[in-house]
């Protein structure tokens, strides 16, 4: 059993910046790939960023490309998504996600 909790959220004006956390507790994140996804008001959760347990390569969708990174520490248990540049568009929920689980989820506004 993993579980996952989200923090970092807020509302920013476009152009700032958050680092979202991501905490696991239960099970150690080693072993797993981490990833995050979010959910905007009325539409499809949808795949932002991973990093990989092996050698933390990482793969970001196409839209937050050059503007987020994702990174872990694996001595903390947390996976960060630093977010920069933000824009109207990111404003959505952001969760983690380790294979079955998923975390509460963080808020993400980013207004005009």
């Known amino acids: 059993q993993v579980q996952l909790v989200e923090s970092g959220g807020g509302l920013v004006q476009a152009g700032g910046s958050l680092r979202l956390s991501c905490a696991a507790s239960?099970?150690?994140?080693?072993?797993?790939?981490i990833h995050w996804f979010r959910q905007a008001p009325g539409k499809e959760r949808e795949f932002v960023a991973s990093?990989?347990?092996?050698?933390?390569?990482?793969y970001y969708a196409d839209s937050v490309k050059g503007r987020f990174t994702i990174s872990r520490d694996n001595a903390k248990n947390t996976v960060y998504l630093q977010m920069n540049s933000l824009k109207p568009e990111d404003t959505a929920v952001y969760y983690c996600?380790?294979?079955?689980?998923w975390g509460q989820g963080t808020q993400v506004t980013v207004s005009s």
């Open positions: 990093i990989t347990w092996s050698d933390s390569s990482t």
């Open positions: 239960g099970r150690a994140f080693s072993g797993y790939n």
């Open positions: 996600n380790v294979q079955v689980y």
